[in-house]
């Protein structure tokens, strides 16, 4: 199988870029918004825009923290009434997700019944930098205790707008979480199986503007460069893991944040360094193809890396000391997540883990009881 590179979207950047919906073609916008947007008056701006394009619109906001099937069930409904030719998501991934999961299952739900779809202008308006999700083909949709990826080209946004005013009123812990997962998205890439030149140079730069940039904007949330930074690290690192995929540290997080409902990028912080050191593989080494990345990462950031196991450790520590400047908490046991609790679910979640699409291109295969261990070290 040949290896390829796609990018879907096309991504419009810097502050006031969401004027550009004043330039679209279209009918009626289907707006998926979450209240937060509407509160600072995103929402408003979003229609306004969109008017001056001869453009109506419906809104749809009944959006929730980790979407669920009913979310999504109402949102088509919606959809379904508004007769919309364009769909625009503005807010933070839950948001992004909802849309992604309101057009992948309408699609679905249309083919079923024998008729086509002819998919609307989707564009993706980002309100935190974090998820990537304006310009991946992956969403995440909560169904019970479990967290669902779906990946399809389908559901990849044709328009991203990064718009840094959107942003700028994310709070110090929400800028912490979410830069972590940028980290991760970007990490994970760079390590998965499916890693190829073009997404390396994506995830290269992602991770080294994360270095650079998040300690400044955690500790001065109105710096609007580093804001700007970090939202173009969360864009890259979009790209990169669309085509690249990732790893467990995200099978495992999908699993923990369902459970313990935990913020998906607090899950993957805390999961962060034990699933690196369980990938490079320090003790054995027959494997050394991750220990071999997180060492040139290493060098990236100008770390020592004298051998690969050298620089994967320092890279690995780097990323200890990063989070410790985030004051992200140790363990999960921090969280107040009880004892007993978390161990009648380690299985559970494991065999959740095993089972999610991100592990198949994790570098090192793990076993249930591999997952179960790194569960148990992070607690």
Known sequence: MEDKFKLKSKVYFNKESIHFLEEINGTRAFIVSDSIMDELGYQQKTIDCLSKAGISSVVFSEICPDPDANVIAKGIKSFEESNADVIVAIGGGSAIDSAK??????????????????????????????????????????????????????????IAILDSTCIQHVPQRIVVD????????????YVSTKATDFTDALAEKAIKLV??????????????????????ASCMAGMAFTNASLGINHSLA???????HIPHGRSNALLLNAVMEYNSDFVKSKNDYAMERYSKLAIQLQLPARTR???????????SKLKKMLKIEDNIRSLRVDKNEFEAAIENMAQAALLDR??????????????????????
């Open 254 to 260: 999908h699993a923990l944040g369902a459970t313990f």
């Open 178 to 189: 979410t830069g972590i997962d940028v980290l991760v998205h970007a990490i994970e890439a």
């Open 309 to 319: 196991r050298e620089g994967a450790v320092n890279f690995i520590q780097s990323v």
């Open 211 to 232: 270095f650079e940039n998040i300690e400044k904007l955690y500790k001065d949330t109105t710096d609007s460069d580093a804001r700007d930074r970090i939202q173009n």
């Open 358 to 379: 991100c592990t198949l291109t994790n570098p090192k295969q793990p076993t249930k009881e591999d997952l179960m261990n790194i569960y148990r070290k992070c607690y």
């Open 101 to 158: 999961g309101i057009l992948y299952f309408t699609w679905k739900l249309r083919s079923s019944n024998g008729q086509d779809m002819k998919k609307p202008l989707f564009i993706a308006i980002p309100s935190t930098s974090g998820t990537g999700s304006e310009v991946t083909d992956f969403t995440v949709i909560t169904s019970g205790q479990e967290k669902v990826c779906i990946v399809d080209e389908f559901i990849a946004p044709d």
